[in-house]
Structures are given as structure tokens and as C-alpha cells.
């Protein structure tokens, strides 16, 4: 292999393992398929049990933001049935949310057990709402603050897994590169 295609085959590798660790994931619910709880692993997250029950079809003033499915925290909801933690840090950036008028939500974000950031206050209505995070660090667990957790819905939950440091994806392309001198003397040996 010539130097030129050893360096296309270097880049080509370069882009193709970090492109998707630099695209936010946004957890719509539609494809969960059918009425029931979160499933407890649902987009690579740690949903309570029993706690998100996600469900289709109009209701008043809980709409979701676009699709059909959203979320809710079940009649027996708190802060603590609330949390959604993830099973590698990341960046959250926030979720859509809809509600009765006078419920409020807010985030309150974690990172290795210490609160790291809060969100403003998101004042509910019928007609979804972004609410951001905030907080552009790394978090591992994220909790909803509700003064009435049995009457909001939430909706595509966005987050970003995190995007190697430029020092990381250098190493990777000096290795690669070692890697090919190595070939390329052992071919001429």
C-alpha cells in the first residue's frame, strides 16, 4: 500500500469513529410501540422501573412534540422516581414538555454524585415547550424537578455522547500510522 492510500485509509477510519460521537441522540418514544412503561434500557439509558409510562393518542393538554408517544412520570412521582441516568457520561441538552398551566419543571444534573448544573424553570401549557439543560458538561444522571410530577409529558429527550478530545483522535492517527510503517517494512523486508 503506497503512502497516499495509507493516509486516505488513516483519515477515512479517523471520520468514520469519530463522526457518530459528535450526532446528538434524541429519544422520541415513538418506537417503543405500543402504551407501557420506558423499558429500563431504552436509548442506551437507565429508566426507573415502573416509573415512565409512555403512551399514544391526543389528550388534552399533554401533547407530544412531534410524533405520537411522550412520557410521564406515573401518579406516584418525585424527584427521586424522576432521575434517568446514563450508562456513559454525557452532554444533555434538554427535552420537550407539555402540561396543565401552573406545573413547572426544571433539571437538576449530576455528574459522579454531585450536582453539577440546574436548568431555569419551565412554566407548562398545552402546547410543547423546549426546555434546555443549561449545562454544556458531562453529566451521568439527570432529575426532573416538578412542583406536580402526575401532570406533565415529556418529549424527545436530547443528549450527545461525549467528542473525543483532539489529542485522542491524534493518537489514534499516530497509531494507525505506526501501524502502516510497520506493514509497509515488513512488505519490503
Given at each position: 500500500?503506497d503512502k497516499?492510500?495509507?493516509?486516505?485509509?488513516?483519515?477515512?477510519?479517523a471520520?468514520?469513529?469519530?463522526?457518530p460521537l459528535?450526532?446528538?441522540?434524541?429519544?422520541?418514544?415513538?418506537?417503543?410501540g405500543?402504551?407501557?412503561f420506558?423499558?429500563?434500557?431504552?436509548?442506551g439509558l437507565?429508566w426507573?422501573?415502573s416509573t415512565?409510562?409512555?403512551?399514544?393518542?391526543e389528550?388534552?393538554?399533554f401533547?407530544?412534540?412531534?410524533?405520537?408517544?411522550?412520557?410521564t412520570?406515573?401518579?406516584?412521582?418525585?424527584?427521586?422516581t424522576s432521575?434517568?441516568?446514563?450508562?456513559?457520561?454525557?452532554?444533555?441538552?434538554g427535552a420537550w414538555?407539555?402540561?396543565?398551566?401552573?406545573?413547572?419543571?426544571a433539571f437538576?444534573?449530576?455528574?459522579?454524585?454531585?450536582?453539577?448544573?440546574?436548568?431555569?424553570s419551565?412554566?407548562?401549557?398545552?402546547?410543547?415547550?423546549?426546555?434546555?439543560?443549561g449545562?454544556?458538561?458531562?453529566?451521568?444522571?439527570?432529575?426532573?424537578?416538578?412542583?406536580?410530577?402526575?401532570?406533565?409529558?415529556?418529549?424527545?429527550f436530547?443528549?450527545?455522547?461525549p467528542?473525543?478530545?483532539?489529542?485522542?483522535?491524534?493518537m489514534?492517527?499516530?497509531?494507525?500510522?505506526?501501524?502502516?510503517?510497520?506493514?509497509?517494512r515488513r512488505?519490503s523486508?
Open positions: 500500500m497516499f492510500n495509507l493516509r486516505r485509509v488513516a483519515v477515512a477510519a471520520i468514520a469513529l469519530v463522526s459528535a450526532s446528538a441522540t434524541v429519544l422520541t418514544f415513538d418506537d417503543i405500543s402504551d407501557g420506558v423499558p429500563s434500557n431504552y436509548g437507565d426507573p422501573a415512565w409510562p409512555a403512551y399514544a393518542g389528550q388534552a393538554p401533547s407530544a412534540h412531534p410524533g405520537d408517544y411522550r412520557a412520570v406515573g401518579w406516584d412521582g418525585s424527584v427521586d432521575a434517568v441516568s446514563f450508562l456513559a457520561a454525557s452532554t444533555f441538552d414538555f407539555a402540561g396543565f398551566e401552573g406545573v413547572s419543571v437538576d444534573l449530576y455528574y459522579q454524585g454531585a450536582l453539577v448544573g440546574s436548568s431555569a419551565l412554566g407548562l401549557s398545552g402546547t410543547s415547550s423546549f426546555l434546555s439543560s449545562y454544556a458538561g458531562l453529566v451521568d444522571r439527570v432529575t426532573i424537578r416538578s412542583n406536580d410530577h402526575a401532570n406533565f409529558v415529556m418529549d424527545d436530547t443528549f450527545s455522547a467528542v473525543p478530545e483532539p489529542e485522542s483522535v491524534l489514534m492517527l499516530a497509531g494507525l500510522g505506526l501501524v502502516g510503517a510497520a506493514a509497509r512488505k523486508a
